[in-house]
């Protein structure tokens, strides 16, 4: 089992930039894929990125691509997500979940087994 802790949310202009991180408990954190989700109101949650247990896959939901970059330190298990050129319509809750199987190619929630909190992001015009 995994426990994850967001934090690095918070209020930024428009073309600004965060860097968001989630902390990991317990020794296993290198076994796990780790993705990022993001939920916007009345909206569902959607996948933002992925990447693998060892490191040397990422994927991104394609329109993210080029402003987003998601990365992993297993050494401190944590896993973190540059976000750049922010835009309003980024503005959501951002979720880390960690998946069992390893993968960085889920993008479906479902396949995640544990989530964290969620720390708000919030880009104003």
């Known amino acids: 089992q995994v426990q994850l802790v967001e934090s690095g949310g918070g209020l930024v202009q428009t073309g600004g930039s965060l860097r968001l991180s989630c902390a990991a408990s317990?020794?296993?954190?290198?076994?796990?894929?780790m993705g990022w989700f993001r939920q916007a109101p009345g909206k569902e949650r959607e996948f933002v990125a992925s990447i693998s247990r060892s490191n040397t896959m990422a994927y991104y939901t394609d329109s993210l691509k080029g402003r987003f970059t998601i990365s992993r330190d297993n050494a401190k298990n944590t896993l973190s997500l540059q976000m750049n050129s922010l835009k309003v319509e980024d503005t959501a809750v951002y979720y880390c979940?960690?998946?069992?199987?390893?993968?960085?190619?889920?993008?479906?929630?479902?396949?995640?087994?544990?989530w964290g909190q969620g720390t708000q992001v919030t880009v104003s015009s």
């Open positions: 317990g020794r296993t954190f290198s076994s796990y894929g």
């Open positions: 979940a960690a998946d069992r199987s390893g993968s960085a190619s889920h993008r479906a929630a479902a396949e995640y087994e544990y």
